[in-house]
């Protein structure tokens, strides 16, 4: 080739891949190739050859435990708006210990048009809200970009599901596009802070008189570090978070590990009166990742004493995600969902108080058969952290820690976070919530069931060996309304006993 030719393939080579650079910024749909332009392309080509190539080069560099292909994939597709059945059947072991199935009705029905909803708010509340069957758990501005919030919120608006804050304060990336918001407060009692940490009751009632705000919540404990407080990397400290916080840029961000503003189960439900209160009536909860089933006992026992209840309570568990924590929590802390579920239930049924608060469920929930699983055992409805992150385009590269995320989602940095197309990715977010919950409603039908109450227990089986399954009404103990009141049956009477409204 002569010097001139070689010349010119060189330049219109470089002229080429200039423009493909430039469209990679420019375009929405792609937050690794707004970070990444050209490099990016690269993911895409190993997604192309999957499944083994993607699986090995993709997934073998991150740590944790991630959620699976399939159920990732389908994330990604429903959240795009591909509506993805799948090919082949299924991929999973269906024989080995472990494994749950729903059961079909013979005479299934047809899926209603509109989902279900729940009304949540006892009697001590005057505003109750309805609350869509998946919603978006608390993740903090701080642990995710503001675009992040904003793009959640925007779906949330376009759904008609709920966005939780989160524990970093409720923000004005929170307010801007007019979902409906749980705020959240954590052990930091950020937006409602006193200049030396202590809770403030009047910016509380100012924050939570927002038309957005629905219902307040205060964080106890999260599934993936319980026992200890919330954590923002220092990296993750601008100068923004710093302000809004309250605390100084630059230097890791680490909440009390417990309360100041209760120290008992009786404290505990008298603040949540307060809250309640403050909020002019609108519907307090708190959250917490089951501990000590004696524990969840006290503050039922506190509820009779004080005479007032919560209007929900979020059982997170200890599968749950996290943009930070100590690998030694998120393995070996606090109950599995399932456990923490049924300690709830039949702790509020036994005490005669389920039919006044509402139980919702955290940990891994990602799809319509985990919303289905989790409301027979004893939840009202879900909420979903890490698959919402997905759905607005998080990669799992695990790095939420480091401010280094490289599709926008877990990062402070603006040129990172610009990445994130705001409205192209509220509604994949909005896709994803509707697809999601039309399967749960769509596999209640299958099972005969037009209501979420008319789940039962034998609806759900897990094989407990290779060759023996049990359905959850054989596998687990369901004490009666009230039982727990006039004779506990001698499995839960210690726990009962031993339970004292007035101490942990
Ligand atoms: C990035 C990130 C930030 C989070 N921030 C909070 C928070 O501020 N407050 C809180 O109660 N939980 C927080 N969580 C926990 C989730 O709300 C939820 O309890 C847990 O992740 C279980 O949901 P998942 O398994 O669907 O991710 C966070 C989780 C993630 C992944």
Aim: net charge neutral.
């Amino acid at each position: 080739m002569g010097k001139r030719r070689a010349a010119g393939v060189a330049a219109g080579t470089a002229g080429a891949l200039a423009a493909l650079g430039t469209w990679d910024l420019l375009q929405r749909k792609h937050s690794v190739l707004r970070n990444y332009p050209l490099v990016g392309h690269l993911r895409y080509l190993l997604e192309s050859i999957r499944p083994e190539v993607q699986q090995y080069f993709i997934e073998s560099n991150t740590a944790g435990r991630p959620f699976d292909r399939e159920i990732r994939d389908t994330i990604y597709e429903r959240a795009k708006g591909i509506h993805g059945e799948q090919a082949f059947g299924t991929e999973r072991d269906v024989n080995v210990a472990g494994y749950e199935y729903l059961l079909h009705s013979m005479t299934p029905l047809t899926a209603p048009e509109t989902a279900p909803r729940v009304r949540v708010g006892g009697p001590d509340c005057s505003q109750p809200y309805s609350m869509a069957l998946l919603n978006v758990s608390a993740m903090s501005f701080g642990a995710l970009s503001a675009n992040a919030i904003r793009a959640l919120n925007k779906g949330a608006a376009l759904g008609g599901f709920a966005h939780d804050t989160g524990e970093g304060g409720l923000t004005g990336y929170h307010l801007e596009n007019g979902g409906d918001l749980i705020w959240e407060i954590g052990s930091g009692y950020f937006s409602t802070r006193t200049p030396d940490g202590r809770f403030d009751p009047g910016r509380f009632t100012e924050n939570a008189a927002h038309d957005q705000v629905k219902a307040t919540s205060l964080k106890l404990s999260q599934g993936a570090k319980p026992g200890l407080g919330g954590v923002l990397p220092a990296a993750k400290v601008s100068a923004e978070i710093a302000s809004i916080r309250g605390v100084p840029e630059g230097q890791k961000c680490v909440s009390p590990p417990g309360h100041q503003v209760f120290s008992t189960p009786t404290g505990l439900i008298e603040f949540i009166a307060r809250m309640r209160e403050l909020s002019g009536g609108k519907p307090v909860g708190f959250k917490l990742c089951v501990g000590h089933r004696r524990d969840v006992l006290a503050i039922c026992k506190a509820m009779l004493e004080v005479g007032t209840t919560p209007d929900f309570i979020i059982v997170d568990g200890s599968e749950g995600g996290t943009a930070a924590a100590p690998l030694e929590y998120e393995d070996h802390v606090g109950a599995p969902l399932t456990d923490g579920l049924m300690i709830m239930h039949n702790a509020l049924v036994g005490s005669g108080l389920r039919g006044r608060i509402k139980i919702a469920a955290g940990g891994k929930i990602a799809s319509g058969s985990d919303i289905v699983k989790r409301l027979i055992q004893g939840a009202d409805y879900t909420n979903a952290a890490r698959a919402m992150m997905m759905a607005i385009g998080c990669i799992q590269s695990l790095r939420c820690h480091t401010d280094t995320c490289p599709v926008g989602v877990a990062t402070q940095n603006p040129r990172r976070s610009r990445a994130l197309d705001v409205g192209d990715k509220s509604q994949r977010v909005f896709r994803y919530q509707q697809g999601t919950v039309a399967e749960a409603v769509s596999m209640m039908a299958s099972m005969g069931v037009t209501s979420p109450d008319q789940l039962t227990p034998e609806m759900l089986r897990r094989n407990v060996s290779e060759v023996e399954n049990r359905s959850y009404a054989e596998l687990y103990e369901w004490l009666g309304p009230g039982e727990l009141l006039s004779e506990p049956r001698p499995s839960w009477a210690t726990d009962w006993n031993a339970a004292s409204a007035d101490r942990f």
